[in-house]
């Protein structure tokens, strides 16, 4: 497995400068300093200085321990029938193309993956800030990685596909089987009509199920292929510097996790601090209370 970025509390990098002057840094020199500011800050060195971050953590190693066989079972069983059903999507979506429909075709794609940049970030942003472990079901199923994560962030580099992706494929089943359903029972007019539609779909499938393998490739420093490091040199996907900035404690940034293209705008508006005042206002609730009671160090 590859080495990973280990901090949960980190600073973001900045640009560097020549005596002369300010000088726009080079892609290969900030791929450089990212490099040593993984070194610097890998999990072997920051555990051999302490417990209080990583794996060696006491909280870190009770969540992990949570994760169960029958959880396991759940995300196997729902990525294979999300593969199934989007295979069975995309030969319906290719068998009903029509290149004069281009332009809408484009246009669905693009709204897709806004639509799952936008997903990502509200559960990402729930399951970071409301709830805690305890809870029935989406405790244990969905809020322990969350929390397991920022006190531990390499533990996702760990993980392999199934228990990286599983919940993004499973929670995905439901509308491609819906979609797979209309193109079996709809006439072709029918479905000429909703074609558009349909595509939006499958590329907000295409994005969710993936977002978090992106999200653990923007914890991975070394041994990526070029192709996915372009990928995120260019921010198709979510780049690794972008994501530093959600690991400064009180995590509280950058939600959005698929592409990262939402969070400009967002974090302009204040979007996600009116969203808390509005609920602590009306429930009482603390934002982030139970990911800071886990967070505390030995």
């Excluded at 593969?83 to 193309?97: E, T």
């Excluded at 693009?110 to 639509?115: L, R």
Aim: glycine content about 6%; hydrophobic content about 35%; overall charge neutral.
């Amino acid at each position: 497995m590859a080495p990973c970025d280990a901090v949960s509390k980190t600073t973001v990098e900045n640009g560097s400068s020549s005596s002369n002057g300010s000088v726009k840094q080079s892609s290969q020199q900030q791929k450089n300093n990212e490099v040593k500011s993984a070194q610097s800050l890998s999990p072997v060195k920051s555990e051999e200085k302490s417990k209080k971050w990583g794996s060696g953590n006491k909280n870190a190693k009770q969540l992990a321990g949570m994760y169960s066989k029958e959880k396991r079972a759940q995300e196997t069983i729902g990525l294979v029938l999300c593969v199934a059903l989007m295979v069975a999507d995309l030969y319906f979506l290719v068998k009903y193309f029509d290149s004069s429909n281009a332009i809408f075709i484009l246009l669905s794609a693009i709204a897709g993956i806004c639509s799952a940049d936008m997903v990502s970030g509200l559960v990402h942003w729930a399951a970071d800030t409301w709830g805690t472990v305890e809870f029935p079901v989406l405790g244990p199923g969905l809020l322990r990685p969350f929390r397991e994560h920022h006190i531990d962030p390499t533990s996702i580099c760990r993980h392999d596909f199934i228990e990286t992706n599983g919940d993004c494929f499973s929670a995905c089943t439901p509308f491609l089987a819906y979609s797979v359903y209309k193109f079996y029972t709809y006439n072709p007019e029918q479905i000429a009509q909703t074609y558009n539609l349909e595509m939006y779909v499958f590329f907000l499938a295409c994005f969710v199920t993936m977002t978090n393998e992106f999200h653990k490739w923007s914890h991975t420093y070394f041994g990526l292929p070029k192709w996915i490091t372009l990928l995120q040199d260019y921010h198709l996907i979510l780049p690794r510097i972008h994501h530093r900035q959600h690991h400064v404690s009180p995590h509280e940034v950058n939600y959005c996790i698929t592409t990262g293209w939402l969070n400009p705008p967002l974090e302009a508006i204040d979007f996600w601090r009116k969203f808390e005042r509005l609920i602590t206002a009306t429930t009482g609730a603390i934002p982030r209370s139970d990911d800071m009671k886990w967070s505390k160090t030995e």
